[in-house]
C-alpha cells in the first residue's frame, strides 16, 4: 500500500527555499497555472537546457533591475525578459547580477514580455520573493508547465511564497561561556525545524526577568564583527555593547543570523562592489533588488520572549528596531544609544543611515 506523506505548508515552504538554493526547479501554483521557478543565480547551463525543452522561458527580475538594462517594465514593480534562443547560463547569470555590469557591459536588447492577462506574473513574483528568502538574487527562470508533479519536485501555491512569516524559533542548548568583559557569560543557541538560520543569545550575569532587561538586537555582521572591517561601525557596536552589559552586570545580546540586513553575505560583497562604484548603501540594496533593510526584527523578539523576558532597555540608535519590538508586544522602557566606531572611511555609511534610515545620531 501507498501511504503518502503530506508536507505542511511550512515544510513545503522550507522545501523549496532550499531547492532554489541548490538550483532545483520549484513548481509555483496559482489559479490552476503552474510554472517552474529556478533561481537565475543557481541556474546551470544543464537546467536551461531542460527548462528550454518545455517552452519559453523567462527571467524575471526588479523593475530596477529592468530599468539598468533598459528593458520594457509592463507589471509595476517586476520585468519580465525573453531568454534568447542563443543565449547561455552566462547571459542568465550576467543579466541577473549588477555586480558583473562592468565586466560584462553588453547583455541587450531584450525583449520583454507583456503584462498578459492570468497568473503569470504573479507566479514570478513568487519565484523572485522565494529567491530572496533563500538569500540570493531576485531573479528566476521561469516556464510554464502543465501535467503532474515532475517527480522529486515540490509544488508550493504562490500565495505561501508571497506572504513569508518568519519560522518558529525554540531554545535548542545552552552552555556557560566565560567572556573577556565578564565571566558570567551564557551562549543560548536558537534554531527553526523549518530554516537553516541559528540565531545566538549571549546572556551576562542573571539578568531579573521581572525588570526590564539591557538588551541589543546584533545583526551578524561578519566583516565587521570579525575582520574589524572599517566600512561599519557593527564590530566596535559589538563589543562595546557587551562591555557595558557587563558593567551594568547584566545584559543579554542577541546575535542574530541576519548578515548584511538580511541579504546575505555574498549579496553584502555584492552590494559592497556597487558601492565601489558610487552608490551608497541604500542605492547599491536597491539596486540588488532588495529593499534597504530586509531583517525582521519579530526573531528577536521571539528569542527575548523564549528566554523570560518581556520589557527592554534597548541598545541602539535604530527606532525601526524600537517600533517592531513594541509591535512585536515587547516593552521598550527606554533606548540606550550605542554610538561608537566612527571613522574616515564609515561616515558617509553612517551619515546615509541617518539621512535615509532614520538613525539617530
Ligand atoms: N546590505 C548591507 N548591509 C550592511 C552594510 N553595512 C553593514 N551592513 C549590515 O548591517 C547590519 C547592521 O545594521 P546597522 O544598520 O549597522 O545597524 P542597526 O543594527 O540597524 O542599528 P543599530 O542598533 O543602531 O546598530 C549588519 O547585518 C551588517 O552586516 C551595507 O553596506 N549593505
Ligand atoms: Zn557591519
Redesign the pocket.
Known amino acids: 500500500m501507498n501511504h503518502p506523506i503530506d508536507l505542511s505548508n511550512g515544510e513545503r515552504l522550507a522545501r523549496a527555499r532550499a531547492d532554489m538554493r541548490i538550483g532545483v526547479p520549484v513548481l509555483l501554483s496559482h489559479e490552476g497555472q503552474d510554472a517552474l521557478a529556478v533561481a537565475a543565480e543557481t541556474a546551470t547551463a544543464r537546467r536551461l537546457q531542460e527548462l528550454r525543452a518545455m517552452g519559453e522561458v523567462a527571467l524575471a527580475i526588479t523593475a530596477r533591475r529592468a530599468e539598468t538594462l533598459r528593458a520594457r517594465v509592463y507589471d509595476g514593480d517586476l520585468g519580465r525578459v525573453r531568454v534568447p534562443s542563443d543565449a547561455d547560463v552566462t547571459w542568465v547569470h550576467a543579466t541577473a547580477d549588477p555586480a558583473e555590469d562592468l565586466a560584462q557591459p553588453m547583455k541587450g536588447p531584450f525583449s520583454s514580455l507583456r503584462g498578459e492577462e492570468g497568473p503569470a506574473p504573479l507566479l514570478a513574483r513568487a519565484a523572485l520573493r522565494l529567491a530572496k528568502s533563500a538569500r540570493l538574487l531576485p531573479a528566476a527562470l521561469l516556464v510554464p508547465h502543465t501535467g503532474p508533479v515532475p517527480e522529486g519536485l515540490v509544488r508550493l501555491p504562490a500565495s505561501l511564497a508571497l506572504d513569508i512569516h518568519p519560522a518558529p524559533l525554540a531554545e535548542l542548548v545552552s552552555a556557560r561561556v566565560p567572556l573577556a568583559v565578564s565571566q558570567a557569560g551564557r551562549v543560548h543557541v536558537f534554531r527553526s525545524p523549518l530554516d537553516e538560520a541559528e540565531h545566538v543569545a549571549v546572556e551576562i550575569g542573571s539578568p531579573p526577568r521581572d525588570r526590564p532587561v539591557l538588551a541589543?538586537?546584533?545583526?551578524?555582521?561578519?566583516?565587521?564583527?570579525l575582520l574589524g572591517s572599517l566600512?561599519?561601525?557593527?564590530g566596535p557596536?559589538l563589543h562595546a555593547a557587551l562591555a557595558r552589559m557587563a558593567e551594568d552586570g547584566a545584559g543579554v545580546l542577541l546575535y542574530?543570523d541576519?548578515?548584511?540586513?538580511?541579504?546575505g553575505?555574498a549579496?553584502?560583497m555584492r552590494?559592497?562592489s556597487l558601492?565601489d562604484q558610487g552608490f551608497d548603501?541604500v542605492e547599491?540594496?536597491h539596486r540588488l533588488g532588495?529593499e534597504?533593510?530586509?531583517?525582521d526584527f519579530r526573531v528577536g523578539a521571539q528569542m527575548l520572549r523564549a528566554l523570560g523576558f518581556s520589557a527592554v532597555r534597548?541598545?541602539?540608535?535604530?527606532p525601526?528596531?524600537v517600533a517592531r519590538m513594541e509591535e512585536a508586544g515587547l516593552r521598550v522602557t527606554e533606548r540606550v544609544p550605542?554610538q561608537v566606531g566612527l571613522n574616515d572611511h564609515n561616515a558617509a555609511?553612517l551619515a546615509t543611515?541617518a539621512a535615509k534610515?532614520g538613525?539617530?545620531l
Not at 566600512?231 to 557593527?234: S, V
Not at 541576519?258 to 541579504?263: A, M, P, T, Y
Not at 534597504?292 to 531583517?295: M, P, V
Open positions: 541589543r538586537l546584533h545583526s551578524a555582521c561578519f566583516t565587521g564583527d566600512k561599519c561601525d557593527c557596536q542574530l541576519q548578515e548584511g540586513r538580511g541579504i553575505l549579496n553584502k552590494a559592497y558601492q548603501t547599491a540594496n532588495f534597504d533593510d530586509e531583517r534597548l541598545l541602539t540608535n535604530n525601526r528596531k550605542l555609511y543611515k534610515s538613525h539617530l
